[in-house]
T-cell receptor, first 114, second 115 residues
C-alpha cells in the first residue's frame, strides 16, 4: 500500500533532550513537509523540502532541524532549544507534477515533554 | 502577514441536514484552495480542492464555492452524516509564488452531527 508513515505514534521526552520523529513515504513524492498542530488550532509549517538534499525553513523553524538524504525520508529533530515542544506533529508529501496538487498527510506523532 | 481564517469555529447540525463551513482568506495572490477533514488524533484528509479560475467545484456530497471578489471560500456538505463529524480546515496557496507548495491553514471549524 502506498502512503505516509510516521513513527512513533506517541513519544515522551524529558526536558533538555533532543528527539527525532520519523516520516517515510512510498508515493514517489518530491516535496515533503512538517507541521505542528496545537490543541484547537490549525497547522503551522515547520520545515519543507522540495527535493533531496534541499530544505527550507517554514514559519516556526526555531528549535527544530531536518534532513533530506533520501527521497522517501524526511526526519524531524526537536531540539532542546524548542521552548514548548509538546504538540501533534504532522508530516505531509506532495505529488511532483506541479503546484496544483494536494498534500497527503501521515497519521501524526504526538510528542509530550515530561 | 497573510492568513486564512474561519468565520465560525463550531457548527452543530442534525443528521440529514446540509452543512456550510466558511473560510475567509486575505492573500489576494492565492490561487489554489483545499479543504481538509481531520478526525480526532489523525492526520488531515483531503476533501476537495479548487483553483482560482473556478467559482464552484463539486465532489461526492461536497461542493466548494470560491468568491474571489470578497476572498471567501465555503464548503457545503449535503445530507450530513454522523461520520462527517470532524474538524474542517481550509488551506490556501500561492502556486505562482516562490514557496513551492506551501499551504497556509485556517484555524478550523468543528462540525458536530447529531443523530
Amino acid at each position: 500500500d502506498g502512503g505516509i508513515t510516521q513513527s512513533p505514534k506517541y513519544l515522551f521526552r524529558k526536558e533538555g533532550q533532543n528527539v527525532t520523529l520519523s516520516c517515510e513515504q512510498n508515493l514517489n513524492h518530491d516535496a515533503m513537509y512538517w507541521y505542528r498542530q496545537d490543541p484547537g488550532q490549525g497547522l503551522r509549517l515547520i520545515y519543507y523540502s522540495q527535493i533531496v538534499n534541499d530544505f527550507q525553513k517554514g514559519d516556526i523553524a526555531e528549535g527544530y532541524s531536518v534532513s533530506r538524504e533520501k527521497k522517501e525520508s524526511f526526519p524531524l529533530t526537536v531540539t532542546s532549544a524548542q521552548k514548548n515542544p509538546t504538540a501533534f506533529y504532522l508530516c505531509a508529501s506532495k505529488q511532483p507534477s506541479g503546484p496544483y496538487n494536494e498534500q497527503f498527510f501521515g497519521p501524526g506523532t504526538r510528542l509530550t515533554v515530561l | 502577514g497573510e492568513s486564512v481564517g474561519l468565520h465560525l469555529p463550531t457548527l452543530s447540525v442534525q443528521e440529514g441536514d446540509n452543512s456550510i463551513i466558511n473560510c475567509a482568506y486575505s492573500n489576494s495572490a492565492s490561487d489554489y484552495f483545499i479543504w481538509y477533514k481531520q478526525e480526532s488524533g489523525k492526520g488531515p484528509q483531503f476533501i476537495i480542492d479548487i483553483r482560482s479560475n473556478m467559482d464552484k467545484r463539486q465532489g461526492q456530497r461536497v461542493t466548494v464555492l470560491l468568491n474571489k471578489t470578497v476572498k471567501h471560500l465555503s464548503l457545503q456538505i449535503a445530507a450530513t452524516q454522523p461520520g462527517d463529524s470532524a474538524v474542517y480546515f481550509c488551506a490556501e496557496m500561492d502556486a505562482g509564488g516562490t514557496s513551492y507548495g506551501k499551504l497556509t491553514f485556517g484555524q478550523g471549524t468543528i462540525l458536530t452531527v447529531h443523530p
